[in-house]
Nanobody, 119 residues
Framework: QVQLVESGGGLVQAGGSLRLSCEAS????????MGWYRQAPGKQRDLVAA?????NTNYADSVKGRFTISRAKNTVYLQMNSLKPEDAALYYC???????????????WGQGTQVTVSS
C-alpha cells in the first residue's frame, strides 16, 4: 500500500510564491515519474510539470520559467513563483511506483491541495 501526502497549498497574492510538497510512504521499491497536475473548477486535470528518475523535466507552456519541479528520495516539490490568478486550482501530485522488483508500475495520486491566487 502506498500513500501520497501533499502539503504547501494556500492563498497567495498574484506575483507571490508557494512551494508544494508531496511525500510517498509505504511499500516502495522504486519511483519512476513524479509530477504535478492541476484541475480548476469545470476544467479537466492537466499536467503542470513532471520529472523522471533521471532528472528530466517537462513543463506546461503556461508555467515555464515560473515553476520548478524537483525531487528527493520519495518526495516531489513544486516551487511556484510569479503566481497568476489563472494558476488557481486543486493541485494533485502523481507518482509512478513499483512496489517490488518484479511488480508492475502503478499510478498513484495525492488527495489534492488547493492553491488560490488573489488578484
Amino acid at each position: 500500500q502506498v500513500q501520497l501526502v501533499e502539503s504547501g497549498g494556500g492563498l497567495v497574492q498574484a506575483g507571490g510564491s508557494l512551494r508544494l510538497s508531496c511525500e510517498a510512504s509505504g511499500s516502495i521499491f522504486s519511483i519512476n515519474v513524479m509530477g504535478w497536475y492541476r484541475q480548476a473548477p469545470g476544467k479537466q486535470r492537466d499536467l503542470v510539470a513532471a520529472i523522471t528518475s533521471a532528472g528530466n523535466t517537462n513543463y506546461a507552456d503556461s508555467v515555464k520559467g515560473r515553476f520548478t519541479i524537483s525531487r528527493a528520495k520519495n518526495t516531489v516539490y513544486l516551487q511556484m513563483n510569479s503566481l497568476k490568478p489563472e494558476d488557481a486550482a486543486l493541485y494533485y501530485c502523481y507518482m509512478s511506483i513499483r512496489t517490488g522488483w518484479s511488480q508492475p508500475v502503478y499510478d498513484n495520486w495525492g488527495q489534492g491541495t488547493q492553491v488560490t491566487v488573489s488578484s
